[in-house]
């Protein structure tokens, strides 16, 4: 007798090698696709071919940009950024992603936060998971958290309502930055008008966890440091596992007439660390006119490293710089300490660092496209020479749209998978006939 329905013979047994067969070609095509795949490939399971545009104002024309990425443990990603509220100004906006890159329902409302008053310019996370959104607006700096399900934390932070707003010593202060000490602390760095010296300074301010000024930092929570006499700014921040507070950003070099690389450092009381270069300042001249630091990362050696952009031979390069904990360039990094690479025949520049787990820095931007920018990603080796192995001799460019696009953050998941956020200008219909653009939201994935 046959048993019909068994897995020995008959119908029951071909369902089985049909299936077999079926798993088979599954893994098959599986490797084959893998086999394909490079390092600094788009991620094709993450969004439309490895790319997500989101968009927030409902105004035609009005600009939204992603300011920051952060990738989540759990392979979610926090993407923060501006929505232009039109004539009513700007507001501070975080959605999460899942894995694919689909909106997450479960935070906020439908996937993103209730926008606030304010300009998104980065957003940390705590190690509790909470959000931590900085940015500015008319009357100073707005500091915001959120729960981990993308509601304002209004019982532990800025009570009321989860929301801080400050100044920064001096005027027209930007807040540009945000990190968590490892204490719990908030510091905030960016730039202030010093009115006495007739420029902008660097600037910094710590928050307790509950959100009220750090009167053990600085003057009442507060600092304000001229590195080089003129125009100075903080464009980046990192907390050391010691407590301490690094900026990273540009000086006025009167001498060559152009900006250079500055970094200060803060002891835990808010005082520039005077075993950091000199009083607590460096400054890196690239032998160019234009160099600045946008991004930087603390190693687990101590070392730092500064990546953005220095100006040679009339056109912007990518830049990274390596320092010693003292302060000093480390000459074993790049070339004497530096490294430059050229993406494109045109402009490039780096708007942020991210370092890998293996000691590779990645860093993400925008190169020259024609009369436009792409969004550009460009690995490096520890050493501080180009990871040949990503994309094309260490480098990607991404066209995401017809015109400008750019990264202004950068992100490694769990994974390692490498997360970039910026911008695109996506077409619409103007007013009063033809195509326009508008800047949306961008979010782009590289394989490891």
Known sequence: MTAT???????????????L???ACAVLWSSVRLAWSASGDLDTTFGSGGQVTLRFSSDAGSPDIAAAVIAQPDGKLIVGGTKDWGRSGTQMVL?????????????GTGG???PIDGELSAVARQSDGKLVAVGSVTSGVVVARYNTNGVLDTAGFGAPGGVVTTQLPGSSAVATSVAIAPDGKIVVAGLSYDAAAGGYD???LRLNANGSLDGTFGAAGKVMTDVGGRDDAAFAVAVQPDGKVVVAGHTFNSL????????VRYDTNGFPDGGFGTAGKVMTDLGTRDDRAFGLVVQPDGKLVAAGQAFGFDLLDVALVRYQASGAVDATFGSAGKAVLAVSSGHDAARAVALQGDGKLVVAGYANAATSSDLAAARFNPDGNADVGFGAGGKVVTAAGTQADEALSVAIQPDGKIVAAGRTKVPFNGTFGGTDYQDDFLVVRYLP
């Open 5 to 19: 329905g068994s897995c020995g013979s008959g119908r029951g047994a071909r369902l089985v090698r049909r299936a």
């Open 95 to 107: 959605a999460r992603l899942n894995a694919d890159g689909s909106l997450d329902a479960t935070f």
């Open 202 to 204: 660097v600037a910094v």
């Open 256 to 263: 060559t007439n152009g900006y250079d690389i500055a970094l």
């Open 112 to 114: 993103s936060t209730t």
């Open 21 to 23: 067969i079926g798993v």
